[in-house]
T-cell receptor, first 112, second 114 residues
Framework: AQSVTQPDIHITVSEGASLELRCNYS??????LFWYVQSPGQGLQLLLK??????LVQGIKGFEAEFKRSQSSFNLRKPSVHWSDAAEYFC??????????FGQGTTLQVKP | EADIYQTPRYLVIGTGKKITLECSQT?????MYWYQQDPGMELHLIHY???????EKGDLSSESTVSRIRTEHFPLTLESARPSHTSQYLC?????????????FGAGTRLSVL
């Protein structure tokens, strides 16, 4: 069965530091992968997606993610974190029928 | 920016009341979804629809019901609210049913049942 694991429940980084959020997936075929961000009290906003082709994908707000088939991973990165990046981040894999299977989420706290 | 709207944003209601959470989208998407999200937890799919007059139960069992009479409207109803229904409910829509289709989310309804 498809599944998504985000090993880090909570991460704290200093403003200006680099960030990497981990995501591992389990899927039988070539996966469609997504990262969403959820600010407090808001819905989810798509940061980026991987469908095929270049394994390094660029997203909005300066985020990027790298698909590594051998490691079944799709980690999210940002070179320099801003205070406004504090939010909850969800990794998801596309499933049959257009459904999404989400990981548990990683809460990012940014220290000034 | 996605045009998908949920009302109300916040709802506090007593046990036993009937409630309807509204979700509307103006993008003409055929596919719509309802998720339940508890604090600090992942989203669980509770209902979805592939078009008018099509509704299916999701992976997480829910006592709520949905209807899809119009493409743009996908309301969720609880006939008799209970404290266990306290949660955040997120609505989403998608232009297609393929595994690669992006889902666009509303801002959510945070429900508290006393």
């Amino acid at each position: 069965a498809q599944s998504v694991t985000q090993p880090d429940i909570h991460i704290t980084v200093s403003e200006g530091a680099s960030l990497e959020l981990r995501c591992n997936y389990s899927y039988g075929a070539t996966p469609y992968l997504f990262w969403y961000v959820q600010s407090p009290g808001q819905g989810l906003q798509l940061l980026l997606k991987y469908f095929s082709g270049d394994t390094l994908v660029q997203g909005i707000k300066g985020f990027e993610a790298e698909f590594k088939r051998s490691q079944s991973s799709f980690n999210l990165r940002k070179p320099s974190v801003h205070w406004s990046d504090a939010a909850e981040y969800f990794c998801a894999v596309g499933a049959v029928g257009g459904k999404l299977i989400f990981g548990q989420g990683t809460t990012l706290q940014v220290k000034p | 920016e996605a045009d998908i709207y949920q009302t109300p944003r916040y709802l506090v209601i007593g046990t036993g009341k009937k409630i309807t959470l509204e979700c509307s989208q103006t993008m003409g998407h055929d596919k719509m979804y309802w998720y339940q999200q508890d604090p600090g937890m992942e989203l669980h799919l509770i209902h979805y629809s592939y078009g008018v007059n099509s509704t299916e139960k999701g992976d997480l069992s829910s006592e709520s019901t949905v209807s899809r009479i119009r493409t743009e409207h996908f309301p969720l109803t609880l006939e008799s609210a209970r404290p266990s229904h306290t949660s955040q409910y997120l609505c989403a829509s998608s232009p297609g049913g393929g595994t690669g289709n992006i889902q666009y989310f509303g801002a959510g309804t945070r429900l508290s049942v006393l």
